[in-house]
Every structure is written in C-alpha cells, then in structure tokens.
C-alpha cells in the first residue's frame, strides 16, 4: 500500500537510537511515529526561538510599538 508521507533515512549515533527506541516502548507507539513526533517538536522550539529573536528586535528599536494590524501582517 502506497503512503503519501514522505520517508526519510537516517544514521543514529548508538546513544540516540536507545534514547528513541526507550521513548518509542515507553509511549507505545511505533520507532517511526515517535522519531516523527520528536522532529515536529524540535521544528516548533526552532520556530518559536526565531519568533523570539524577531520581537526582541522589534522591542529593542526606537521606532517605537506595532499596531495589533501591522504585528499579524
């Protein structure tokens, strides 16, 4: 059967393939699912320190404060 996800092959050092192998067993859900899982949090926390880095900016300029309209465009 055909999946419309995309695979990716990956090398893992020993240490992290035991790390993902005890995660996947503990939350009894399958490697793959929890491999994916971990990359999607980790793409948020990447994501959400990019965020941060943009308004700190933004905080630490003179031009002044956003408008509700212009912070959401």
Not at 37 to 43: A, M, T
Request: glycine share 4%; hydrophobic share 40%.
């Amino acid at each position: 059967m055909a999946t419309a996800k995309k695979r990716l092959n990956i090398s893992l050092a020993p240490d992290l393939d035991n790390a993902l192998v005890g995660l996947a067993r503990r939350d009894s859900v399958p490697l793959a699912t929890k491999a994916a899982e971990l990359l999607r949090v980790g793409l948020e926390v990447e994501e959400d320190v990019i965020l941060d880095r943009i308004a700190t900016n933004r905080y630490k300029t003179s031009e002044g404060k956003l408008s509700h309209d212009e912070m959401w465009r």
